[in-house]
């Protein structure tokens, strides 16, 4: 429990829902729609999730549509703010193509969630960059907006970069966690004299 005196920003990370048809395909930051079809576990998020939160989203229209599901679920929220530093990261060109043919391609990359973390694709970034432009975000949104709740719908490396800066955690073993579609990621930003602080609530939270 955090002093009574202290700062807490509630961040809610959810990632967005599955994209549709990705034929387990690399899609990164291609604006592919996702499937909203799942209504108990728009409801599950609906009932869980704050009222009255600022609401963030990716520029990408699948964090956007699962904002507008979740708000059709019975959750009144207010306009979303699009943040472009949240977006997935970029896998340049490896967008599109079968993840088992790009592992088959580069063998040692198994076991990663798809690249090494300090590895950039040809005309993409590494795991490492997308932490770099979460940070200054983050900080932005807490200086803004301390001491409320915010509901960033985002995707998984986004929640994975803001695990590895809550947790100061080395890049590669930031990858190791787990964010699935409709998850639930509590993370509290703790401000006290000066001083702050990251308090874990939960990890992948399932929606159903």
Sequence with gaps: ???DDARVTRWWWIRHAPVT???G???GQSDVPCDCSDR???ATLARRLPERA???T?????TRMTAAAIRDAGLDLPEPIVEPAFAEQNFGVLQGRVRQEVFKDNPDWRGFW???ARTAPTGGESFVDVIARVRPAIAR???AHGGRDIVAVAHGGTIRAALALALALEPETALAFVADNLSLTRLDHIVQGGNEAWRVEAVNERSR
Excluded: I
């Design 25 to 27: 395909r690399v899609y």
């Design 1 to 3: 429990m955090a002093p």
């Design 114 to 116: 798809l690249a090494p």
């Design 54 to 56: 600022v609401w963030v």
């Design 58 to 62: 990716s520029q990408l229209k699948r």
């Design 141 to 143: 949104l807490n200086e």
């Design 21 to 23: 048809s990705d034929g």
């Design 40 to 42: 108990a576990a728009f």
